[in-house]
C-alpha cells in the first residue's frame, strides 16, 4: 500500500475509540497528590515555563509527533504550528520518511512560517537507518523543515504488525550512536505507545541520545491501530493479540528517570488531562507530550488546538496549587501515593 494512503489510514483510525488501549492502563488513576489546604501562595504564582534545547517554553508541554504527507497531515500540522507559537509549546512532526520517496510532500512538514519560535523535532523512525538512511537524510530531515532536533522513533511492534511493515531491527544502537556523533542537532528517541524499559533507556543514553521520550502503554494501541488497517486474518488477529501490550506510562517514566537521570525525559502515552502531566512530572519527567486530544482539533481550527492545551495547561496549574507546589522544581519533589 502507498505511504500516503497508509498515512490517511492512520489518522482516520486514531481519531476513533477503538485506537485506544482496551485493557491496559497509564498507571495515573492509580497514584494521587495529597490535598494541600494550605498551599501558602496563590493560584498565579504557579510558574511553569521552562528552558529546552536553549528554547524558553511556557509550558512543559509537547505536541507530539502526529503526521504529514497527505493534504490533510498539513493542515494538522499547520494548526498545530500555529497554536504552539500562540500558546508557547513545543511540537514534533510526524515521520518524514514519506519526504525521501515523495520530495513533493515536504511542504505538508514545514510550519516555520507560521511557528518562528517554537521547539521544533524532526521525526524519522530508527529502522530506516536499516533501509537505505544514514547521517544526510537525518540531516536533510532536520534542515528541510528548520527544525531544531530530531527524534529517533521506536516502534518495533507497530512495524511487526503493519502489512508495510519493517522489522529489521538488527544493531541500531551503534547506527544511532554513530548519527549522534556526526549530527550538529540534538536527537532524542521516542517509543510509540509501548514504552521504554530501563535496558532502552540505558542504551539508548550510551548511544548519545539527548532525550527520552517514554511514550508508555495506556493510550494509543499501534498494534490495534495495524491491525484494524490490516485485510490480512493473520495480521487483524496479531494487532488485537498485541493491542495491550506495553509498559504502563508511570512506570515507563520512573525507569527512564532512574536509568538515565542526566538526560531529558518527556513523558507521553496516554496524557488526557493537566492532572495527569502533573503526575507525571512529580514521577520524573521534564515535560509532557500529546497527540490524541490535538487531533480532532487540529483538523478544525488553530483556535481549537488553542483551547485544548488552554484547558490542559490550566489543570497543570489547578493540580499544582493544591498539591502545595509553586514550581515544576517542586512538583519533582512533591511525592505521589497508591
Not at 485506544?20 to 494550605?38: I, K, S, V, Y
Not at 481550527?301 to 514550581?327: D, H
Amino acid at each position: 500500500m502507498d505511504i500516503t494512503t497508509r498515512k490517511r489510514d492512520h489518522i482516520a483510525i486514531a481519531l476513533q475509540p477503538t485506537s485506544q488501549f482496551p485493557l491496559r492502563r497509564t498507571g495515573f488513576n492509580d497514584c494521587w497528590f495529597m490535598h494541600e489546604a494550605l498551599p501558602e501562595f496563590a493560584l498565579e504564582d504557579v510558574e511553569i515555563s521552562l528552558e529546552m534545547l536553549g528554547k524558553k517554553l511556557a509550558a512543559p508541554v509537547i505536541i507530539s509527533s502526529m503526521t504529514g504527507g497527505p493534504e490533510q497531515g498539513q493542515t494538522i500540522n499547520r494548526h498545530l504550528a500555529q497554536a504552539a507559537q500562540k500558546v508557547g509549546v513545543a511540537m514534533g512532526v510526524g515521520s518524514q520518511r514519506i519526504t525521501f520517496e515523495h520530495p513533493e510532500t515536504v511542504s505538508t512538514f514545514q510550519v516555520r512560517d507560521v511557528a518562528p519560535d517554537i521547539l521544533l523535532f524532526s521525526n524519522l523512525g530508527a529502522v530506516q537507518l536499516n533501509y537505505g538512511f544514514g547521517f544526510e537524510q537525518c540531516r536533510q530531515a532536520v534542515e528541510q523543515i528548520g527544525a531544531d532536533a530530531l527524534y529517533f522513533h521506536l516502534n518495533a511492534l507497530q512495524e511487526a504488525v503493519q502489512p508495510e511493515g519493517d522489522t529489521n531491527f538488527r544493531d541500531l544502537l551503534p547506527r544511532m550512536a554513530e548519527i549522534c556523533a556526526q549530527l550538529p542537532y540534538p536527537i532524542f528517541a521516542k517509543e510509540c505507545g509501548n514504552g521504554l524499559s530501563r535496558r532502552a533507556a540505558e542504551q539508548l543514553s550510551r548511544a548519545g541520545i539527548r532525550g527520552l521520550e517514554v511514550s508508555g502503554a495506556g493510550g494509543t494501541s499501534w498494534a490495534l491501530i495495524e491491525g484494524q488497517r490490516a485485510t490480512d486474518p493473520l495480521r487483524r488477529r496479531l494487532g488485537e493479540t498485541f493491542a495491550d501490550w506495553g509498559i504502563p506510562t508511570t512506570l515507563s517514566i520512573r525507569l527512564c528517570r532512574e536509568a538515565a537521570p542526566d538526560r531529558v525525559v518527556i513523558a507521553s502515552g496516554g496524557i488526557r488531562t493537566g492532572l495527569d502531566a502533573a503526575k507525571a512530572i512529580a514521577l520524573g519527567a521534564d515535560a509532557i507530550s500529546i497527540a490524541q486530544p490535538l487531533l480532532q482539533p487540529a483538523l478544525e481550527s488553530s483556535e481549537a488546538v488553542e483551547r485544548a492545551l488552554a484547558q490542559l495547561i490550566q489543570e497543570l496549574k489547578v493540580a499544582m496549587f493544591c498539591a502545595g507546589a509553586r514550581t515544576l522544581a517542586e512538583l519533582r519533589q512533591t511525592p505521589l501515593y497508591t
